[in-house]
């Protein structure tokens, strides 16, 4: 899967639901592995800012990216919307400290994406995949998310409140794709009972009944009412009965779980990079979300490459007959036992170290190492499958080393090891000249690793 942007430009202009002042925020196309950045045009210099979770500041009633002295507010609809659209990269330029709220969910952020559309880009996707369980639970709150791992990416999410309107709620989603018409439209909620308090802190200048749901779950004096009308600069109202008090009714019976799924997908998307996981939240929230994702972004920036994934029970893309008649090499020096991933930019290998190896004897009697060279040699063997699979008539065809650069080597691989050998071209195929990249893991290490040319040359 390749890395995507937005066709073509799009604006949306609305005010800011903490400030109250008129926004206009313009997406645009960005290019390969730039990711998520927002750019203060309204500043000078017009300083930008990357989504990413070590930038978040601020989790009051929404998530606030800062860098020294500049900040940008309530951005987790538009991250979401970008997120479920698989969007990689993506400039959003803004003329204010706050993303315009419109009416309080992330539809028209959806939509709009959906209208101009997607550019598919040359690099890949950078998937981050989820191997073991990982949770953060904040004692605090009792609240806590926890990520499985996953083929692909879904939310669960449980709230539960100490009213009698809105106790227990779950929503989820297996499938991005149904982000725009079972999620996006969902709306953000308070309760009457907070109002006069954000209202006191300078929030929420913004918000009326037609951006927020606005829940009465506890009878409050005619007095109090008026003064958050008053604060709220709308008329005043009675409030006779409990319940959801905005003249549109309710979009879904769980719409503020919904919502609540739409704010963890929006701050996971300060990961930086696509997960493959499954996410549990119980009691989520901007704080403990940002908890969370700064925890995930922080392996994530410490694992330069993770390994494949490997299971054996599955049948391989390639086996060894297959490779026989991909490569001419034969006994002792045919290095790779089958092939687990293969397109046209990289490939997986399997290599199965046992003690039989020829080259045990000799390195060494005492303590068998498999050679560098060799784990080098391997990874030029999956990447001869990798060029060679897509000519006609391959067995016509060698590859050979021109070049071979930057080679480490990281931890001994011994007899019982399993080499999962990833090579990846790093340009096109040019005159018969492949370059590529190889990691060679036993388990989630990097034991081996190099960069090289071959040329491809027809057999006399």
């Keep these: 899967m390749n890395q995507l942007t937005i066709k073509e430009p799009f604006t949306v202009k609305g005010k800011g639901l903490h400030t109250g002042l008129e926004i206009t925020a313009t997406f645009k196309p960005a290019p390969v592995n730039y990711g998520y950045k927002f750019k203060r045009i309204d500043l000078e210099g017009e300083p930008v800012i990357e989504a990413v979770a070590e930038n978040v500041v601020d989790t009051t009633r929404g998530t606030v990216l800062g860098k020294k002295n500049v900040k940008i507010s309530t951005v987790e609809h538009a991250l979401a919307a970008l997120y479920a659209a698989g969007i990689d990269n993506c400039e959003i330029e803004i003329n204010g400290d706050e993303m315009p709220i419109l009416d309080g969910s992330a539809v028209i952020f959806a939509d709009e994406i959906a209208r101009v559309g997607l550019e598919t880009q040359e690099a890949e996707k950078d998937f981050y995949i989820i191997k073991e369980k990982k949770q953060f639970k904040d004692e605090e709150t009792g609240a806590t998310i926890t990520i499985y791992p996953d083929d ?47 209202a006191n802190l300078g929030l929420i200048k ?60 929006g701050d996971l998307a300060l990961v930086g990079r696509p997960i493959r996981g499954r996410v549990v939240a119980v009691r989520p929230g901007h704080t403990v979300n940002s908890k969370f994702t700064r925890m995930l972004r922080k392996e994530v ?43 046209k930019r990289h490939a997986v290998a399997v290599k199965n170290v046992t003690v039989n190896e020829p080259f045990f004897p000799g390195h060494f009697p005492q303590e068998p190492v498999m050679p560098g060279v060799l784990q080098v040699e391997a990874m030029a063997q999956a990447a001869g499958v990798l060029v060679l699979n897509y000519l006609e008539d391959p067995e016509k065809y060698s590859t050979y080393f021109l070049k071979i650069d930057n080679v480490k080597f990281r931890q001994k691989v011994v007899p019982g090891s399993t080499l999962l050998l990833n090579v990846s071209l790093i340009t096109e195929i040019r005159r018969g000249c492949a370059v590529v990249k190889g990691y060679a893991f036993v388990g989630e290490k990097v034991v081996c690793e190099a960069e090289f040319m071959a040329q491809i040359i027809k057999n006399k």
């Design 206 to 265: 913004g918000g009326d009944l037609e951006n927020a749901i606005v829940i009465y779950d506890k009878p409050i004096s005619q007095e109090s009412i008026d003064n958050i009308c008053d604060l709220m600069k709308v008329e005043h109202m009675r409030l006779d009965n409990l319940g959801y008090i905005n003249p549109k009714p309710l979009k879904w019976d769980n719409e503020p779980a919904r919502h609540k799924l739409m704010d963890v997908i």
């Design 301 to 343: 920036k410490h694992t330069e490459i993770q390994a494949p994934v490997y299971n054996p029970n599955v049948a391989p893309i390639i086996d060894i007959n297959g490779i026989r008649r991909l490569l001419p090499h034969r006994y002792p020096f045919l290095l790779i036992d089958k092939i687990i991933e293969l397109d």
């Design 152 to 198: 692909g990416f879904s939310v669960e999410t449980m709230v539960e409140y100490n009213s009698p309107i809105l106790p227990n709620q779950f929503a989820m989603i297996d499938d991005l794709t149904e982000f725009r018409q079972e999620v996006a439209g969902a709306r953000t909620f308070v309760f009457v009972r907070e109002i006069e308090q954000l």
